[in-house]
C-alpha cells in the first residue's frame, strides 16, 4: 500500500492488485524483458526506511477495520453462526468499495475504473451497496448482474469459484470469537454430533 501511495504521489497510476495477499509478486524481476541496474551499497530496506509510515498504514487499516465492525454491529449486535450465513455477514464486515480497490480498481468520487480498462473511463458505480459495471471489458460485467462485496470477492478475488471464495472467507476474513468462521463452524457441527 504505502509503495503504491507514493508511486501515486508522483504521477504513476499503481496496480493495487499488488495490496491483495493472493497477488504473488516475484522480485527482482530480471532478464531480457526486464530493464534493471543495481547500485551499490546497502539494499533498500522497507521495514527501516518506511518504519513509522508502515505503523500509520497499519494503524488507519485497523481503525478502518474497528470502525466497520461496530457500525456492523449496530446491524447484527455479535458475528454469531446463528441464523446468519457466511456469506451475510461477509456482506456487513466488508464493503464492495474495500472489496474494488483491494482488487486494484481505480476510484474517483463514487465511480470506479477496473484494471483492464483500455479506455480509463470510470464505468463502474455503487448503489445500494452494490457494484453495476457498463463496461464489458470489466470481470463484473460478465453476468450483468449488480455485485454485493460478497460478490465481487467470488469475482475478482476467486475467478468466479464460489467454493474456494467461501473457504478463503471463512478461513481468512471472517472471525467468531476470535476464531475464523470456518473453525467456529466446525466446531458447533463436532458439538451437534455429541
Known amino acids: 500500500m504505502i509503495i503504491n501511495d507514493k508511486f501515486q ?3 504513476i497510476e499503481p496496480d493495487r492488485k499488488t495490496e491483495d495477499a493472493n497477488q504473488i509478486i516475484y522480485l527482482p524481476n530480471k532478464g531480457s524483458f526486464y530493464d534493471h541496474c543495481l547500485g551499490s551499497g546497502e539494499l533498500f530496506n522497507p521495514l527501516t526506511a518506511w518504519r513509522s509510515e508502515l505503523f500509520a498504514k ?3 487499516v485497523q481503525a478502518s477495520k474497528k470502525q466497520r465492525l461496530e457500525s456492523s454491529e449496530s446491524i447484527t449486535p455479535k458475528t454469531s453462526l446463528q441464523g446468519n450465513s457466511l456469506i451475510n ?3 456487513h464486515r466488508y464493503l464492495v468499495t474495500d472489496i474494488l480497490t483491494q482488487s486494484g480498481y481505480a476510484q474517483k468520487g463514487q465511480s470506479f475504473r477496473h484494471p483492464n480498462s483500455n479506455t ?3 464505468s463502474a458505480s455503487i448503489k445500494n451497496s452494490k457494484v ?3 463496461s464489458s471489458a470489466d470481470p463484473l460485467f460478465l453476468d450483468g448482474g449488480a455485485h ?5 470477492f467470488v469475482i475478482l478475488f476467486h475467478d468466479g469459484d464460489s467454493r474456494a471464495a467461501a473457504i478463503d472467507a471463512g478461513d481468512n476474513w471472517l472471525e467468531v470469537d ?3 468462521w470456518n473453525k467456529a463452524a466446525q466446531r458447533k457441527y463436532m458439538e451437534s454430533k455429541k
Open 9 to 11: 504521489a508522483e504521477g
Open 58 to 60: 497499519h494503524e488507519e
Open 89 to 91: 455477514e461477509f456482506n
Open 120 to 122: 480509463g473511463n470510470y
Open 132 to 134: 453495476h459495471t457498463l
Open 148 to 152: 454485493s462485496a460478497y460478490g465481487a
Open 178 to 180: 476470535g476464531v475464523s
